[in-house]
């Protein structure tokens, strides 16, 4: 079964500058997806960014950007020009891309909080 | 506007007193999850359903049931709750489409008693 490890239950970073949010994961699959939620305190998930296992560049959406790095199952989040609403818990997520695998059931990990000092 | 409503919002009831948790999605999604997240946890899923009449257990099943009679509801049923499920509570759906993400409801607060 796969597993995703987030190490860091709390990061904090001044506005305007960047924080990196780690995450791990274990599988034995080859092609995948990977996701970063951002959960504000309105408790809506709110996709940020996604990559695909089989394509190495890696994505970005804006001020964030993600370093894919297959061989060692991590899937880190940089967050640049911090900004107040980027204040949340953020988690990282697997999914198999087999629809036999619970229908393609996203498995998170523990989740990070990011504090934004203004 | 597409969407994954859920309701209620919020709910506090005591232990024993069964109730339902409806979801509702309107993208004609074959695709649809319940998920629970603790604090530490993250989120993980309780039920999934690939089409209608087709469910499964996912991680942590007990205590739940659900159904899938039509294609857009997807409701969670507490037979007998228990202070163990306090919870908070997603539905969420997708399309078969391979690389589509999932779309979540608002969450659904349960406090049991």
């Known amino acids: 079964a796969q597993t995703v490890t987030q190490s860091q239950p709390e990061m904090s970073v001044q506005e305007a500058e960047t924080v990196t949010l780690s995450c791990t994961y274990d599988?034995?699959?080859?092609?995948?997806?990977l996701f970063w939620y951002k959960q504000p305190p309105s408790r809506q998930m709110i996709l940020v960014i996604r990559?695909?296992?089989?394509?190495?560049q890696n994505a970005t959406e804006n001020r964030f950007s993600v370093n894919f790095q297959k061989a060692a199952k991590s899937f880190s989040l940089k967050i640049s020009d911090s900004q107040l609403g980027d204040a949340a818990m953020y988690f990282c997520?697997?999914?198999?891309?087999?629809?036999?695998?619970?229908?393609?059931?996203?498995?998170f990990g523990g989740g990070t909080r990011v504090l934004v000092k203004p | 506007e597409a969407q994954v409503t859920q309701n209620p919002r919020y709910l506090i009831t005591v232990t024993g007193k069964k109730l339902t948790v409806t979801c509702s999605q309107n993208m004609n999604h074959e695709y649809m999850s319940w998920y629970r997240q603790d604090p530490g946890l993250g989120l993980r899923q309780i039920y999934y359903?690939?089409?209608?009449?087709?469910?499964d257990k996912g991680d942590v099943p007990e205590g739940y049931k659900v159904s899938r009679k039509e294609k857009r509801n997807f409701p969670l049923i507490l037979e007998s709750p228990s202070p163990n499920q306090t919870s908070l509570y997603f539905c969420?759906?997708?399309?078969?489409?391979?690389?589509?993400?999932?779309?979540f409801g608002d969450g659904t607060r349960l406090s049991i008693l």
């Open positions: 990559q695909e296992a089989y394509k190495q």
């Open positions: 599988t034995s699959e080859s092609d995948y997806y």
């Open positions: 997520a697997y999914r198999s891309p087999t629809i036999a695998t619970a229908g393609n059931k996203l498995t």
């Open positions: 359903s690939m089409n209608v009449e087709v469910t």
């Open positions: 969420a759906s997708r399309s078969n489409y391979r690389n589509q993400p999932q779309h």
